[in-house]
């Protein structure tokens, strides 16, 4: 915390690698270490949320499909996050550490500003974030083959 660096951890994708690696029967010694250290990391995640570190939301792009990011969210929750603090740390936290947040992070007049909209409120239920029907990027609305 004295030099306000930002801690990006990806406290997600163990499951999701336990899950697929015992499926797919991935080497024993990669499966193994997987499961002693994803809870092991997911308490190290309590411990700096408790310190007040700046958490920004990590992906591990290429572990897991893309557009599977979303099952971090529910996971830093469990781990000591209010669902606003998961969803500021994908973006005003991220934005800030970046160096980035007269740029990004927020939705103001001047910013480079793509948005998501969710079935409900990620706020009360944050595996909503999993839901995503519409995406705002760059001035383009694009819908879910789902949403009406």
């Known amino acids: 915390i004295q030099y306000d660096v930002g801690l990006s951890m990806d406290i997600g994708a163990g499951d999701w690698m336990i899950e697929e690696g015992m499926r797919q029967g ?16 997911r308490d190290s995640f309590r411990r700096a949320h408790e310190a007040g ?14 557009g599977m990011a979303y099952i ?6 469990e781990y ?4 606003m603090q998961a969803i500021q740390a994908a973006t005003s936290v991220a934005a800030i550490q970046l160096g980035w ?11 480079f500003g793509d948005l998501i909209a969710v079935p409900g409120n990620p706020l009360e239920d944050i595996s909503l974030m999993e839901n995503v029907d519409t995406v705002i990027k760059g001035g383009l609305v694009f819908r ?5």
């Open 26 to 41: 991935w080497v024993e010694e990669f499966l193994r270490k997987t499961i002693e250290t994803t809870q092991v990391q």
């Open 53 to 66: 570190a700046p958490i920004v939301f990590g992906t591990d792009a290429g572990i897991y499909p893309h």
């Open 72 to 77: 971090q969210f529910p996971v830093m929750v």
């Open 80 to 83: 000591g996050m209010t669902p």
């Open 101 to 111: 947040e007269d740029r990004v992070g927020a939705v103001e007049a001047g910013r």
């Open 144 to 148: 879910s083959a789902m949403t009406p």
